[in-house]
Structure formats: C-alpha cells, structure tokens
C-alpha cells in the first residue's frame, strides 16, 4: 500500500457522495491518503468545503467560483469569497478559470469572473487552483498579466504550455487522464514538468482512472495516476507520491500534515 497520498483536487461535496461520505472520508487514511484539498464551484460549495474541513482533520479547502457558474456571479460575491477566504484550512482560491468546452457561461462573463478572482488571490496573498478547458490562448495572457502563484488543475494543454506553466512559477496537476488509452498528449506533458512542479489529482467523483475509469472516484484510486507518472518519471510510485506530496505542502503552504 502506498503512503503519502495528497489529493490536491477533489470535490467531496458531490451528490455523489451523500450515500456513504463518512464511511468513504474516514476510511482514507487508513488508504495511504494524507491530505485533501477540496475545490470549490460556487458560494454552497465553498461552504460545502468549509464544514468539510471542520469534520476532518486532514481535509483543506479552496474557495471560489467556477466558470461554469460565472453567470451566477453577483458584485458583492466578492467580498464573500474574501471573508471565506480567511477561514482556518481554506489554503487556494478555485477553482477558477475558463472553459470554452461547455461555454455554460458567456465569454466575457468567464473572464471577467476570472480576472476578478486572481485580483482577489493577489490581494490576499493566496495561490490559486485554474480550471482550463479548451481556452489555452486567454488562459495565458491572464496568467501572464495577473502572475498568480498556484496550480493548474487537470492540465490538458501541450507540452510546451506545460513547460511555459513551469516559467510562470505555477505547479501542474495531473489526474486520472494520465492513464486513458489516449494519453499520449497528457504524458508528454508530464514528462516536459519539472519534478518539483508536479502535483497528483483526482477531480473525484470524475475521472476515475483506468483500470476503474467510469467508476466513482475517490481519493484512493489517485495510486493508478502515480504508477502511471512514475513511469514517465522513472521513479519508483512511492518516491513519485513523497515528492508529489512535498510540493502540494510548499504550494498550499502547509508546513505539517
Ligand atoms: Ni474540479
């Protein structure tokens, strides 16, 4: 059994977990899993996340809107997030960004939620978690503008963002993807990132990876995605996890877990 598991991104919130989330939560540790950060999508699950982390001990939480809920974005939202953000445990604002896959929320709404939100961690201070789907171009010229410290989170670009990502500062987090039959692409990234860039995921209950792919995911399953990058890595999937884990704390801030 693996050791050292941090579930850098995961959203324990999800219906999908009403069933058995106590049961599920308390039996990772036992799982190798020593920390969990839970993203948020929308003011409920900043506070879905919150109380997360009050019931857990080894649960951390982000705060902040997603793009798909961008239209729901009020002007007083803001000042929310900001009061939220200064709860004990809350390490990331997210996670935000754009996704021009869905387009659930207009462009111009996207970014402009986006870029308040990275105005936002820049005033407080805090690294952020980005959400980019199918928007690369505006995603780096607002990364390049704004500087924000943090992660992007189910890294679906090329190899040369990834490496671009790394001069920027930020970390790259990959999930479940990293070992679809079709993860060519994902891989190479990988491979371009830094090991002390790196950072694992799940995004559960989505992107189980394979040989579980379609299942609800969990926390757990993130040992398949570490075999997967250590052999891209040329690690053996322990020191992968150490080292994962290692730059999830520097990134979060978290001195001890
Ligand atoms: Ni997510």
């Known amino acids: 059994m693996y050791q050292n598991i941090f579930d850098t991104h995961a959203h324990y919130d999800d219906g999908r977990f009403d069933a058995d989330r106590d049961q599920l939560i308390t039996s990772l540790p036992q799982k190798g899993v020593v920390a969990v950060v839970n993203a948020a999508s929308d003011l409920a699950t900043c506070h879905s996340g ?10 951390y939480c982000a705060v902040g809107v997603h793009p798909h809920e961008a239209q729901g974005f009020q ?31 207009p462009r111009e709404v996207q970014k402009q939620v986006f870029e308040a939100q990275l105005r936002l961690a820049r005033d407080l201070g805090l690294p952020v978690i980005i959400h980019d789907r199918e928007a690369h171009e505006d995603t780096l010229r607002l990364l390049h503008r704004y500087r924000p410290q943090g992660i992007l989170h189910c890294f679906s670009g090329s190899a040369e963002m990834a490496k671009e990502i790394v001069e920027l500062g930020m970390y790259v987090a990959f999930g479940g993807a990293v070992t679809f039959k079709n993860a060519r692409r994902p891989l190479e990234a990988a491979a371009a990132v830094p090991l002390d860039r790196l950072l694992v995921e799940t995004d559960c209950p989505y992107m189980a990876p394979e040989p579980l ?8 399953m993130i040992e398949f995605t570490a075999n997967q990058l250590a052999r891209v890595k040329g690690l053996d999937p322990q020191e992968l996890l150490d080292r994962t884990c290692e730059n999830a704390k520097a990134v979060y801030r978290i001195e001890k877990i």
């Open 75 to 105: 002007p007083g939202d803001l000042e929310t997030l900001a009061g939220l953000a200064g709860r004990p445990r809350v390490v990331a604002i997210g996670e935000i960004g754009l996704d021009y896959h869905y387009d659930f929320s």
């Open 50 to 59: 919150l109380a997360l982390t009050e019931k857990y001990p080894f649960f």
């Open 213 to 220: 792919r379609g299942r609800r995911c969990d926390s757990s």
